[in-house]
């Protein structure tokens, strides 16, 4: 079994920052993406940065200069550095992670995982 415990959301000023974490635990041979998503009542959930291959993408037109994705593939963790927020930032923040991991039975197979999600608001 894999898990994705996402931490971090809270509630910030127009202009702040946030720091968003991602952690991914359980029998993880390898992971081949870490990405983070956002979604508010009534709309899709968006793509809003991703990491694969040793490579960072900023998904979201939105939060180019803004928001910053790292990680650290050693730890299956995945960091989201969300500067000058806006109150349109808002939303829950979703981190979804793909890979490779182990059965009980011994064999190898495809996972592809969500975590429950963090509250972000952003409010004067």
């Known amino acids: 079994q894999v898990q994705v415990v996402e931490s971090g959301g809270g509630l910030v000023q127009p202009g702040g920052s946030l720091r968003l974490s991602c952690a991914a635990s359980?029998?993880?041979?390898?992971?081949?993406?870490m990405a983070w998503y956002r979604q508010t009542p009534g709309k899709e959930r968006e793509a809003v940065a991703t990491m694969t291959g040793g490579r960072s993408i900023i998904s979201s037109d939105s939060v180019k200069g803004r928001f910053t994705i790292s990680g650290d593939n050693a730890k299956k963790t995945v960091w989201l550095q969300m500067n000058d927020l806006k109150p349109e930032d808002t939303a829950v923040y979703y981190c979804?992670?793909?890979?490779?991991?182990?059965?009980?039975?011994?064999?190898?197979?495809?996972?592809?995982?969500w975590g429950q999600g963090t509250q972000v608001s952003v409010s004067s």
């Open positions: 359980g029998n993880i041979y390898s992971i081949t993406e």
């Open positions: 979804h992670v793909v890979g490779l991991s182990r059965t009980r039975y011994g064999t190898w197979t495809d996972f592809d995982n």
